[in-house]
Nanobody, 123 residues
């Protein structure tokens, strides 16, 4: 079992920055990758960024160049978000996968999820 807990959401004006944190605990050595997803009101949950156990990262096209996913040696995951836009508004979820075949685009390949943290960007 892996437990992940997010923090750091909030409200910001367009062009501003936020940093989200996610603390992982439990059987973290079995984790193959961690990720951030987000869900806007009335929409599906979409992948934002992933980082593998060997540090390789992938980003959704909509956030590339603005967001950075970082994982430190204690399995704390961060999402640094710059130049925020109103369309970045949503609930941001931290996820971990102990399965092979995880992807940015398929939520079914992630088996551990946090409770989510709200990010609101106003214009």
């Amino acid at each position: 079992q892996v437990r992940v807990v997010e923090s750091g959401g909030g409200s910001v004006q367009a062009g501003g920055s936020l940093r989200l944190s996610c603390t992982a605990s439990g059987s973290i050595d079995s984790t193959l990758a961690m990720a951030w997803f987000r869900q806007a009101p009335g929409k599906e949950r979409d992948g934002v960024a992933t980082i593998s156990s060997d540090g390789k990262t992938k980003y959704a096209a909509s956030v590339k160049g603005r967001f950075t996913i970082i994982r430190d040696n204690t399995y704390t995951l961060y999402l640094r978000m710059n130049d925020l836009k109103p369309e970045d508004t949503g609930i941001y979820y931290c996820a971990a996968s102990t399965w092979m075949g995880w992807t940015l685009t398929n939520t079914n390949t992630w088996n551990y999820w946090g409770q989510g943290t709200q990010v609101t960007v106003s214009s």
